[in-house]
């Protein structure tokens, strides 16, 4: 049997929710072209993805990766903590 690696999406978004056990809302915006009227338009899609140590945070800017579906709608974990939260 040959092993066949694949390569996992990875996304950056923003933590929005950190209010379940370990489990993060985050949320990936995104900047798309309008087909007919070509104004840059933002679109914003929110993602589960599973925080083991549960330490991000919201407000933290974090990476996620595509892997096997661990729930319902759970299907990302997140694998670095890129930024933390600014407390003003």
């Given at each position: 049997?040959?092993?066949?690696?694949?390569i996992?999406?990875?996304l950056?978004?923003?933590?929005?929710?950190?209010?379940?056990?370990?489990t993060?809302?985050?949320?990936?915006?995104?900047?798309v072209?309008?087909?007919?009227?070509?104004?840059i338009?933002?679109k914003s899609?929110?993602?589960?993805?599973?925080?083991?140590?549960?330490?991000?945070?919201?407000?933290d800017?974090?990476e996620?990766?595509?892997?096997?579906?661990?729930?319902?709608t759970?299907?990302?974990r997140?694998?670095k903590?890129?930024?933390?939260?600014?407390i003003?």
């Open positions: 049997m040959s092993e066949t690696t694949s996992k999406r990875t950056i978004g923003r933590v929005v929710s950190d209010k379940m056990e370990k993060v809302t985050v949320l990936i915006e995104r900047r072209k309008h087909p007919v009227y070509g104004k338009v933002t899609k929110k993602y589960h993805a599973h925080n083991e140590n549960n330490e991000a945070k919201a407000g800017l974090v996620i990766e595509e892997t096997r579906p661990l729930s319902r759970k299907a990302w997140v694998t903590l890129l930024e933390k939260a600014t003003i």
